[in-house]
């Protein structure tokens, strides 16, 4: 069987060529390993942004990555989804799948959702409607125009939406929601999407403490059912999530632990908690 084959077996429908190392249909996770980041390295223009990152997340684990400014947080995202390819190195989703050899679209299409700081809504639409429109569906234009949302549909938004504390808001127009809200409602939308792997930037950056606790308890809710990498600053935000730290320092691996593990730590003291 060829790649192509192989990416049409797991449902894709487009026509971009497949070069991915897919060796069998699915996700495999078989080593409990659901990402693996392997000597990774980008620079640009001399600057090295990653510098020989190596990273292991558990399939349904709940991790914090932190680090100063520059410490490639944000390069890594863009390598796990394809946005950024890197200089040398392997990134592999579960066991077979090598992520640097996939397109942007692919990359998300196989489980791999991602939230930028700043939430990206249709502020013109419901609430309900900015999850139907995120819905996992063939979105040929002559199959979206004519299809109607069956009973499964309707019950998936209807779970979703008290998921993310939204159902009394399903009629609201997304526009006027408060910035915690629509940060849940994005993170709704990725949802409908059935990702195995999550990447958040700064979730609750502008929340109030109230939709940051709300934030944390849906996090942790959600691990288990999915992998989630969560950038963050707010040490009070990431004490309450618990489970494991990783704090990058120059484009690499400075530390890891739980919380109080890489707070002792006299090198992420010195190079990020004591800024």
Not at 16 to 21: K, N
Not at 144 to 161: N, P, Q, V
Request: hydrophobic letters at 40%; one cysteine or more.
């Amino acid at each position: 069987m060829t790649a192509q084959q192989q990416m049409e077996g797991l449902g894709w429908e487009d026509n971009t060529p497949a070069v991915g190392r897919v060796l069998e249909p699915g996700l495999d996770t078989t080593h409990k390993v659901i990402l693996y980041l392997e000597d990774i390295s980008v620079s640009f223009d001399g600057f090295k942004a990653l510098n020989n990152l190596s990273l292991a997340i558990d399939a349904g684990e709940l991790r914090c990555i932190i680090g100063p400014n520059g410490a490639g947080k944000t390069t890594m995202m863009d390598v796990i989804t394809g946005k950024t390819r890197p200089d040398s190195g392997t990134c592999f989703f579960g066991q077979t799948i090598d992520l640097t050899r996939l397109t942007e679209p692919q990359i998300a299409h196989m489980g791999i959702g991602r939230k930028f700081q700043k939430p990206t809504i249709f502020e013109n639409h419901t609430v309900f409607e900015n999850l139907e429109l995120a819905m996992k569906m063939d979105k040929r234009a002559l199959t979206s125009l004519f299809a109607w949302l069956d009973r499964e549909g309707r019950d998936k938004i209807s779970d979703t939406l008290k998921l993310i504390r939204l159902d009394a808001e399903a009629d609201r127009q997304a526009g006027l929601l408060s910035h915690g809200q629509k940060q849940w409602l994005e993170i709704g939308m990725l949802l409908m999407q059935d990702p195995k792997l999550l990447l958040l930037d700064e979730p609750v950056a502008g929340m109030t403490d109230d939709e940051t606790e709300r934030t944390g308890e849906l996090f942790k809710s959600l691990a288990g059912k999915h992998s989630l990498v969560v950038v963050e600053h707010d040490m009070a935000f990431i004490e309450q999530l618990g489970g494991k730290v990783t704090v990058l320092h120059e484009g690499s691996v400075l530390a890891e632990g739980d919380l109080a593990t890489v707070q002792a730590d006299e090198r992420v003291v010195e190079v990020y908690l004591g800024r």
